[in-house]
């Protein structure tokens, strides 16, 4: 079994920052993708970002520039630096992570979830 943990969120006024982590554990032999996710009220969880084992990135449009994904393998933890927050940031942040367990086999896990709330 394996668990995702998040934790970072909070709450920020607009045009500020924070950083979110998520730490894997359990019976992990390899994480490939792990990604970060968010779900606004009343709206679809939507992809954030995304980062290979190899570091290949993937970002959403509506957070490019502003936020950056990065991962420590060797912690099997994920990071989401969140910069110039601004109110359409609102929402539940999870983690995810495709993960193969000491038995090679193979699953998506998710987290959570963490509280993000930009308001002045």
């Known amino acids: 079994q394996v668990q995702l943990v998040e934790s970072g969120g909070g709450l920020v006024q607009p045009g500020g920052s924070l950083r979110l982590s998520c730490a894997a554990s359990?019976?992990?032999?390899?994480?490939?993708?792990m990604g970060w996710y968010r779900q606004a009220p009343g709206k679809q969880r939507e992809l954030v970002a995304r980062i290979t084992s190899g570091g290949i990135i993937n970002y959403a449009d509506s957070v490019k520039g502003r936020f950056t994904i990065s991962r420590d393998n060797a912690r099997n933890t994920m990071y989401l630096q969140m910069n110039s927050l601004k109110p359409e940031d609102t929402a539940v942040y999870y983690c995810?992570?495709?993960?193969?367990?000491?038995?090679?086999?193979?699953?998506?896990?998710w987290g959570q979830g963490t509280q993000v709330t930009v308001s002045s």
């Open positions: 359990g019976s992990i032999f390899r994480i490939n993708v």
């Open positions: 995810r992570a495709d993960v193969m367990d000491d038995f090679a086999y193979t699953r998506d896990y």
